[in-house]
Each structure stands twice: as C-alpha cells, then as structure tokens.
C-alpha cells in the first residue's frame, strides 16, 4: 500500500507491545483521520480517530479509541485494561507532544 495516507499501513510484533497493524481509513488535513489497530492477530479491532475542530485561531483536537468488546469475560478485561490506564495515559502524551509542536511551530511561523 501507499507509504502514506489512505491505505498505508503500519506494522509491529514487540516483547512488549505484541503484535499488531494499524491502517489508515480516512484522512482529511483539516479535519482529522481515522484509523484502525488489529492486536492480537485479529482478535482484537479498536476503531479510532483523531478529529481537529479549528475554532478561531485554535483547533481542538479529539483522539477516540472505540472496541467492541463483547460478553466475553476475557475481552472484557482486557478492555478494562486498555481503558484509561492502558491506553488514556499515552493517548493523552501523544496530545500534549502534538500540542507543544503545533504551538512551536506556530511560533515559528509567526516570527519569521
């Protein structure tokens, strides 16, 4: 598939991580993208996305992570898991780190 945009696809298999592949479903530059993460050969599917608002001179941007997860007790736990602990922790990281750049560059941008 294409290295970027639609289609492009990531893979990894880590001791720590496991394995999994994330796919590019949608991308709009001013509006966001929407993605999906496969775990566990399969086993798993959370269907994500990041959505940028622009208001004024800001944009908020929202980054959602949906699983289906079932009645399974195994599923289950592990979605208890991957909830605000296992995934809100770098969730919200990886916005603070898009939020420093975008400031720094906008700074940038407005001094040259």
Known sequence: GP????GAV?????ETTGEGTMKILRADPTRG???EVVLM??????????TCEPKGQT???TWTC???????PINRYFGAIMGDS???TPMQQGLD????RAEAAAVATATQ
Do not use: A, C, I
């Open 59 to 61: 944009t908020t941007v």
């Open 41 to 50: 050969h399969g086993s798993y599917r959370l269907d994500s996305s990041f």
């Open 33 to 35: 993208v929407d993605y």
């Open 97 to 100: 780190t898009l939020g420093k």
């Open 86 to 88: 296992g995934l809100g």
């Open 10 to 14: 990531q893979s990894w298999d880590g």
């Open 66 to 72: 949906d699983m289906e997860l079932g009645n399974n």
């Open 3 to 6: 290295e970027e945009g639609v």
